[in-house]
């Protein structure tokens, strides 16, 4: 498999909501011909990092809208300094608020020198119907970009 084939989509779930969009995700890519690389972060192997050409990075809204702070933050942190380049999307549930913590997210991204794809995907709660073919949509279309 080449390098420009393989999509991460690496995510932290509180719940089941964040796990969701990552599975329906991973279902857009694998549809567009590409060939996702579903894992939870806590199963990710920080080595392997480099072998991906575009990520997708998954978080829900935690603690007044910030990224979940024992497993996904210290994550992030460990990533970050890989990311300069590389195509990443950003998605996560929520379950208040308007997405402030999508918005500062995408920033830091950004500011890491990543490409960032569209902005980041929320949904409010567990993904209904509509919300899980927004993201299978969502995975299509960051495997094309």
Known sequence: MELVDKIGVIYWSYKESTEIMAEKISNGIDEAGA???LVNVVDFDINTID?????????PAMEGE????????????????????????LF?????????????????VKDLGALLFDHGLTI??????AGRRRCVEFGKAFAEF
């Open 124 to 129: 409010l709660g567990e993904p209904d119907k």
């Open 51 to 59: 072998s991906y050409y575009k990520i997708a990075l998954g978080c």
């Open 66 to 89: 910030t990224l979940e702070k024992s497993q996904f933050e210290p994550f992030f942190k460990a990533i970050s300094g890989h990311l300069n380049g590389k195509k990443i999307a």
């Open 35 to 37: 060939k996702a690389i």
């Open 92 to 108: 996560g549930s929520h379950g208040w608020g308007e997405g402030e913590w999508m918005q500062i997210w995408e920033n830091q």
